[in-house]
């Protein structure tokens, strides 16, 4: 199974920042999976941002509801990140990770992509 994260490496503050995750291996679709979004903001740990079902149910932090949006394309195996009104406290490196809910833990990662929040 691979993950590959892709988007855009600077964003202006205030504006939106889309990220896409492109799966091969494993079907996004597939029974007990969880696809999830996950940062580390510089010399800060691991923060979880939302993940999609399998059956295409969206789950947030509470911390960023408010400004996270979830989706996926099944017909290209992909799932996408929208994080809206975006600061420098959100610059970070973004991760994509597969949970697996029967087993209750992630066991593949994206490489990461960094994300600069800066005008």
């Known amino acids: 199974v691979q993950l590959q994260e892709s988007g855009p490496g600077l964003v202006q503050p205030s504006q939106s920042l889309s990220l896409t995750c492109t799966v091969s291996?494993?079907?996004?679709?597939?029974?007990?999976?969880?696809w999830a979004w996950i940062r580390q903001p510089p010399g800060k740990g691991l923060e979880f941002m939302g993940a999609i079902s399998y059956s295409g149910n969206p789950d947030y932090s509470s911390s960023l509801k408010s400004r996270t949006s979830i989706s996926r394309d099944t017909s290209v195996n992909q799932f996408i990140l929208e994080l809206k009104s975006v600061t420098p406290e959100d610059t970070g490196v973004y991760y994509c990770?597969?949970?697996?809910?029967?087993?209750?833990?992630?066991?593949?990662w994206g490489q990461g992509t960094q994300v600069t929040v800066s005008s």
């Open positions: 291996g494993a079907s996004i679709a597939s029974h007990y999976d969880y």
């Open positions: 990770a597969r949970y697996r809910s029967n087993y209750y833990s992630i066991d593949y």
